[in-house]
């Protein structure tokens, strides 16, 4: 799927019926895909459950997973323990046994991890 500029992608999603139209600009969906920028928790909460939704459409859903962003928000915890990131990451790894991305974290986790390497 290829959206020209200023293009929305209208997503299905279940909500309340105050809730009439829910739009993602093609921008917000590059910064998403390349990391070009940080967005807030409930947009990629929705990102997540429409991917998931998407995969399950497509006949995809025992290929892909997608983790609860809320649970990587390293700068809501104490950076000094990295222990129940990497515990959370493993168990659902393993439970779902699917491909996960993590990419909207990345660039923050190396930032730490060049934190913590330096002492």
């Known amino acids: 799927m290829i959206l020209k500029e200023k293009q929305y992608l209208r997503l299905k999603l279940e909500n309340g019926p105050e809730v009439i139209n829910f739009l993602i600009a093609p921008e917000c969906v590059k910064d ?3 990391g070009g920028a940080w967005l807030d928790y409930s947009i990629l909460q929705v990102w997540c459950t429409c991917m998931h939704r998407l995969c ?4 995809k859903s025992n290929v892909f997973g997608f983790l609860d962003p809320t649970n990587l928000s390293f700068k ?8 129940p990131f990497k515990s959370y990451i493993r168990t659902r790894l ?9 990419a909207p974290f990345l660039m923050e986790a190396l930032e730490i991890n060049r934190h913590l390497s330096k002492g």
């Open 32 to 34: 998403l895909l390349v």
């Open 56 to 59: 399950i459409e497509t006949n």
């Open 76 to 83: 809501s915890k104490s950076t000094m323990n990295i222990e």
């Open 94 to 102: 393993r439970d779902m046994n699917k491909v996960c991305y993590l």
